[in-house]
């Protein structure tokens, strides 16, 4: 398990040699507040790095989900659509938000370790 994140605090773990999964941090879903709506891409829809896949809303704003490297949507989270709390709740884990087909693995290196996000979350 492999786990990167993005300045814009998603973050992506290569599940296996074929997908990943992506989700929002702890730190977003904190200044987020109580999500009560997300809005997950199509599966089946690609996206280049940085382009933005989905919408949360929670009491406080909406916010942008970007992808965090280029690649096609495998699967999508519908429990969170059911549930958006999940992305409260646990964000890392059964609040994913949908699983990509990475399209270019070279981009996932350019991402953040747990350390340098750390790091960026306790310098904002």
């Known amino acids: ?11 992506i773990n290569i599940d296996d040699h074929e997908s990943a999964s ?3 941090t702890n730190h977003a879903q904190d200044a987020l507040g109580d999500v009560v709506f ?16 989905g919408v949360i809303e929670s009491v406080k704003a909406a916010a942008d989900l970007y992808m965090p490297v280029s690649g096609k949507v495998v699967e999508v989270n ?8 999940l992305a409260n709740t646990d964000p890392m884990g ?7 087909q990475v399209a270019d693995k070279g981009e996932f290196d350019q991402l953040m370790d747990a350390p340098a996000y750390d790091a960026l979350v306790k310098s904002a």
């Not at 997300?38 to 896949?53: E, H, R, T």
């Open 78 to 85: 519908e429990a969170l659509r059911a549930d958006p709390s």
């Open 1 to 11: 398990m492999t786990i990167k994140y993005t300045p814009d605090h998603e973050w």
């Open 38 to 53: 997300v809005d997950l891409p199509p599966i089946g829809s690609s996206f280049k790095k940085g382009d933005v896949a």
């Open 22 to 24: 992506v989700g929002i």
């Open 94 to 100: 059964h609040g994913w938000f949908f699983k990509i």
